[in-house]
C-alpha cells in the first residue's frame, strides 16, 4: 500500500524543493474524486494514481506533472467537471489530463511494422507536451501490474499494445528500467507459458547466480584497486524479455545461453575506459566478434559505451559495458535513447526523425531540473513531426499524411480506385468537404460511387504527390481521348470537302510524310493535336493532298460551296489574329467580354473553335495553361462589339432622352436599353451599345458623363 508520505519523502530528500501544500491539495481533491472506487486488484482506487506518482517521482518531473499524475483520471467519474477542475488547479492541469485522455482512448489495432511506427509517431504528435508522455508511461506501467486480475482477452490487447507502443516509447526517450519492466510484464501475458517455464528456470538458479555476481563483482574491484583506478562495478540479471527474444532469435535453450549476467564498470574519464578495458581482456579470455567500441564510434543517438564478453570464472560467458558516469548517466536517465539499437526490425527511423527524438530527450533531461524547466517555461511543448498528420480509417488502420491534406489524399492513399471513385467523406462520422483539412487522430470514410472520376478542381488542394499525380493522368487521359475523337471529326470533315474519306486520305503516301513533318510518330497523336487546336484541320490537309486535288476542289464548287463562297469572301469580322492559324471559329467569353484594345488570351475549346478571354479573367486563369495561346487584334481591321454600361442617374423628365442622345453623339449604336426607378428620386439604366474598340468606348462614357443628373457610369462584365 502507498500512502501520500511515501510520496512526499523522497521529494523531501531530492535536492529540489517542492510546494507540498499544491500536492496535498491535489491528492485531497483525487481522494474526494475517486472515494468508494476500486481498481480492478480490489484495492482503492487512489492506489493507482499514488502508485503513478511514485513512478513519475523517479523520473524527477516538475511539480505540474506530478499534480497531473494525482489527477489523470479524475474526469472519468461523474463526480469532478473540468471547469472544476480548471478553476482549482488551472487551465494547463486541465489540458494536460484532456490530450492525455484523447491520447489514450484512440483504439489501438495489430498491424505491419510501418502500422506500428506511424502509431508511435502519431501518439508522439497528439501529446504536444512531453509531461503527458510521462504521466501517461507511468499510468501504463501501473495499470500492467494490476493487469493479471482482468479478463484474458483485456490481458493479451493490452499487453500487445504495451509491447508494441508504451515500451518502445519509454525506449526512445532513454527510460530504460520502465521500458524492461513493460516489456517482462507483457510478456507475462503474451506467452504465460514460456514466460512461467523461463521465469522459474532463472529463479531456480538466482541463489548460484547471485554467488556468481558477487565473485565477479569482487574480483573486477579487486583489479581497480590494484592499479589504483577508483570506480564503481554493479552486476543485474538479464530481463527476461531480453532472455525471451535471445532464445527466440538464435534457436537455444536457457541452458545454451551464457551471458545472463552483466556486469557494468563506471570510471572517472575515457582514457580510464580503455585502461580498465585491457585489464578485464588480461583477466578473462575475449569472445572473438564480442567487442564494440561506441565510445571511438557513438551510435547516432549518443550512446557511448565499451561493449566486450569475455569467458569469466568457471568458463562461463559475461558481458561486461565499461563507461563513464556522465555517459552512464545519459544512457540511463534519457537522453541517449536504445531505439535502433534494441528495436531489432522495427521500421528504420530517418535521421531527420533521429534529430527530433534527441531534441525529444533532451527535454528529458531539462524536466529533471526545475530550475532549468522554469527558464526554459513553455518548451516541453512537442510538434515532433509538424510535416505528418496521422488519421485512421474505419478498420483503425493509421495513415500518415503531409500536413494539410484532406479525404481525396486520404482516399488515394487506401487505394488509387478509392481516390479515383471518391466523392464525398465523413470526419468522425459527419459529412465534410472533400477540401476538409485532417487532424490527427481523425476517422476518416470514404463515399465512392462506381461511374465517378476525379475533378480537375481537386488539384488545387490535395496534398500528396500520389494524389496529384493520379488526378492529372486522369485528367490528361479523358482530354487526350476526347482530344482524339474530336480531332478525327475534324479532319474527317475536312476531307469531305475534297471528296476523301480518311482511309483513303491514309493510303497516300503523303499522310505519313506529312505526319513526320508535324513530328507526330502515332496517328491518334496526330488527332488529339487537332482535337486540341493546336494543329487545324485545313493545315493537315493541305500537307496530304496533292496540290492538284486542292486546285480542283477550289476551282469546281459545288452549288453549297457557290453560297458559302460568297460569305468566305468576306473578312472575318472578329479581328483576331493568331500567328500560324487562320481558320480557327473565333467567339468571345460572356464573362470578361473583351474589347479591341483590351490584353487578351485565347483558350482552345473542344469543338468550338477560340474563345478570347481577357489576360486577367479568373475564368481562363483558372483553366488549362496547355490549352491557352497568345492572341492579339487586328487593329487595323474594323469590328463592332456589344458592350453593357450601366448608368446612375437622377430619375428626373428628360434623362432617358439626354442620354440617348449622348451616345448617339459619341457614335455608337443603342442595342437594347432596360430603364428601373428607384423610390428615392434616382434611377439606374441598363444600355447594351456597339462600340468599336476600348478607346470608342471610353469615349461614350465621357459623353453620358456630361449629361446633368448622370453621377456614374460602369461597365457591365457579365
Known amino acids: 500500500m502507498i500512502t501520500f508520505t511515501d510520496i512526499l519523502e523522497p521529494l523531501r530528500n531530492d535536492r529540489h524543493s517542492v510546494d507540498e501544500k499544491s500536492l496535498r491539495r491535489a491528492y485531497e481533491f483525487s481522494v474526494r474524486a475517486h472515494a468508494g472506487q476500486k481498481n480492478r486488484a480490489g484495492q482503492d482506487y487512489l492506489q493507482h494514481p499514488l502508485e503513478v506518482v511514485s513512478i513519475l517521482t523517479r523520473l524527477k518531473v516538475d511539480e505540474t506533472t506530478l499534480i497531473v499524475g494525482l489527477l489523470h483520471d479524475v474526469l472519468d467519474s461523474d463526480r469532478i467537471t473540468a471547469e472544476e477542475l480548471a478553476a482549482e488547479f488551472g487551465d ?15 483504439p489501438y489495432r495489430k498491424s505491419n511494422r510501418q502500422q506500428v511506427e506511424s502509431f508511435r509517431k502519431m501518439f508522439i504528435t497528439m501529446a504536444r507536451d512531453l509531461r503527458v508522455l510521462l504521466v501517461y508511461l507511468a499510468d501504463r506501467l501501473s495499470d500492467m501490474r494490476t493487469l493479471e486480475f482482468a479478463a484474458e482477452d483485456e490481458q493479451i490487447s493490452y499487453s500487445r ?3 508494441e507502443i508504451y515500451a518502445p516509447l519509454a525506449n526512445r526517450l532513454g527510460i530504460s528500467w520502465l521500458k524492461g519492466e513493460l516489456e517482462d510484464l507483457s510478456l507475462r501475458f503474451l506467452e504465460p507459458v514460456k514466460y512461467a517455464e523461463l521465469a522459474g528456470r532463472i529463479t531456480a538458479q538466482q541463489e548460484e547466480r547471485n554467488q556468481y555476481v558477487v565473485k565477479v563483482k569482487e574480483r573486477i574491484c579487486a583489479l581497480l584497486q590494484e592499479n589504483d583506478i577508483e570506480g564503481e562495478v554493479a552486476g543485474r540479471f538479464k530481463h527476461f524479455y531480453s532472455v525471451y527474444k535471445k532464445m527466440e532469435r538464435t534457436g537455444v535453450d536457457l541452458d545454451e545461453i551464457y551471458d545472463l549476467t552483466a556486469f557494468r564498470v563506471l570510471v572517472d574519464s575515457v582514457r580510464t575506459c580503455y585502461e580498465v578495458l585491457g585489464l578485464i581482456h588480461a583477466t578473462w579470455k575475449p569472445i572473438a566478434g564480442r567487442f564494440k567500441d561506441y565510445i571511438a564510434m557513438p551510435k547516432a543517438n549518443m550512446y557511448q559505451s565499451l561493449h566486450t564478453a569475455v ?7 559475461m558481458e561486461v559495458q565499461i563507461r563513464t558516469h556522465e555517459m552512464h548517466r545519459i544512457a540511463e536517465e534519457g537522453i541517449a535513447a536504445h531505439w535502433k539499437y534494441k528495436e531489432g526490425g522495427a521500421v528504420p527511423a530517418t535521421g531527420r526523425d533521429d534529430r527530433r527524438f534527441s531534441w525529444l530527450r533532451q527535454l528529458l533531461e531539462w524536466q529533471q531540473d526545475v530550475s532549468s524547466l522554469q527558464e526554459h517555461s513553455g518548451s516541453s511543448s512537442i510538434n515532433l513531426f509538424p510535416e505528418e498528420v496521422y488519421v485512421f480509417t474505419p478498420n483503425g488502420e493509421v495513415k500518415e499524411l503531409p500536413q494539410g491534406s484532406s479525404p481525396v489524399d486520404f482516399a488515394f492513399a487506401i487505394h488509387t480506385d478509392v481516390g479515383n471513385q471518391c466523392v464525398g467523406a465523413r470526419i468522425n ?3 465534410c468537404p472533400l477540401k476538409t483539412p485532417l487532424k490527427n487522430g481523425d476517422t476518416i470514410e470514404v463515399i465512392t460511387a462506381t461511374n465517378h472520376h476525379p475533378s480537375k478542381d481537386w488539384l488545387s488542394f490535395v496534398k500528396t504527390s500520389k494524389a496529384r499525380n ?3 493522368l486522369w485528367v490528361k487521359t479523358e482530354q487526350r481521348e476526347r482530344s482524339i475523337v474530336i480531332g478525327r471529326e475534324l479532319l474527317e470533315k475536312e476531307l469531305r470537302k475534297h471528296q476523301y474519306s480518311m482511309k483513303r486520305a491514309q493510303s497516300l503516301a503523303s499522310f505519313d510524310l506529312a505526319m513526320a513533318d508535324f513530328g507526330y510518330k502515332r496517328m491518334d497523336d496526330l488527332f488529339a493535336s487537332v482535337g486540341y487546336g493546336k494543329l487545324s484541320a485545313g493545315q493537315v490537309v493541305s ?3 496533292p496540290r492538284e486535288e486542292l486546285k480542283i476542289a477550289t476551282a469546281k464548287p459545288g452549288t453549297i460551296g457557290k453560297v458559302l463562297g460568297k460569305f468566305s469572301r468576306r473578312k472575318p ?6 500567328d500560324g492559324i487562320d481558320d480557327v471559329m473565333v467567339r468571345f467569353a460572356n464573362c470578361c467580354n473583351p474589347l479591341p484594345g483590351e490584353p487578351v488570351t485565347g483558350f482552345i475549346t473542344r469543338g468550338r473553335g477560340l474563345t478570347v478571354h481577357m489576360v486577367d479573367c479568373p475564368q481562363v486563369l483558372a483553366s488549362d495553361p496547355d490549352r491557352r495561346i497568345e492572341v492579339e487584334w487586328d487593329m487595323q481591321r474594323k469590328t463592332s462589339r456589344p458592350v453593357k454600361i450601366q448608368i446612375f442617374c437622377s430619375d428626373q423628365k428628360g434623362m432617358l432622352a439626354g442620354i440617348s442622345g449622348a451616345i448617339t453623339e459619341a457614335d455608337a449604336d443603342i442595342v437594347s436599353a432596360s430603364v428601373y426607378s428607384r423610390g428615392d428620386k434616382k434611377g439606374t439604366n441598363l444600355f447594351e451599345i456597339d462600340v468599336q474598340n476600348l478607346e470608342h468606348l471610353n469615349r461614350v462614357i465621357r459623353e453620358i458623363k456630361k449629361v446633368k443628373g448622370v453621377y456614374r457610369v460602369e461597365r457591365v462584365r457579365n
Open 161 to 163: 499494445e504495451t509491447l
Open 470 to 472: 493520379k488526378i492529372r
Open 92 to 106: 494547463e492541469v486541465l489540458s494536460l489530463i484532456e490530450i492525455g485522455n484523447k491520447i489514450t482512448s484512440i
Open 311 to 317: 569467458i569469466g570464472p568457471f568458463g562461463e560467458r
Open 429 to 431: 462520422g459527419k459529412l
Open 573 to 578: 469580322s472578329s479581328a483576331i489574329r493568331i
Open 543 to 545: 500537307q496530304v493532298l
